[in-house]
């Protein structure tokens, strides 16, 4: 969504749904603050971070690129129209939200949505009870936005 957003393409996507917004560099804030599941995780996700998916952490901890919450005001104006998908008790879910917020006040958020009880993840396996509701709510953002 960044890429497209500097590169002034963000017209050639009809919808975007983040499907995992970890979005921002939270996990190496002060875990007190942080939900339970936040702060189960926030170590593991700064190792990720810092060695896995940043290429040269300290070139680029402040890039959009890598954390999109870091995106300027003028940058999320640009975003395509958005959907943020998020599980209740993801632990990503303060981030989402904060993007969510962001994007709404930029004008680009078409939904927040929060699927009740579930964790990270869930919407992806089969069996767990948020599952039908995750791809129902999948098909229903199909049917609105992208085929209405």
């Known amino acids: 969504m960044v890429l497209l957003a500097q590169r002034d393409e963000a017209h050639m996507v009809k919808l975007a749904i983040p499907g995992i917004p970890m979005v921002d560099d939270y996990c190496f804030s002060d875990p007190l603050a942080m939900t339970v599941e936040e702060r189960k ?3 593991m996700m700064r190792k990720l971070w810092k060695h896995y998916i940043a ?10 690129l890598l954390f999109p919450g870091k995106a300027s005001e003028e ?20 981030e989402a939200t904060r993007l969510a917020n962001r994007l709404r006040r930029a004008g680009r958020l078409l939904e927040l949505v929060v699927i009740p009880g579930s964790t990270h993840g869930a919407g992806f396996i089969c069996g767990v009870g948020a599952f039908n509701v995750f791809w129902d709510t999948m098909n229903t953002i199909a049917r609105e936005y992208i085929h209405g």
């Open 41 to 43: 995780e926030h170590l």
């Open 55 to 64: 290429a040269d952490w300290e070139a680029q901890k402040h890039d959009p």
């Open 75 to 94: 940058l999320l104006e640009k975003f395509p129209p958005t959907i943020v998908m998020e599980a209740e008790f993801d632990m990503f879910i303060t």
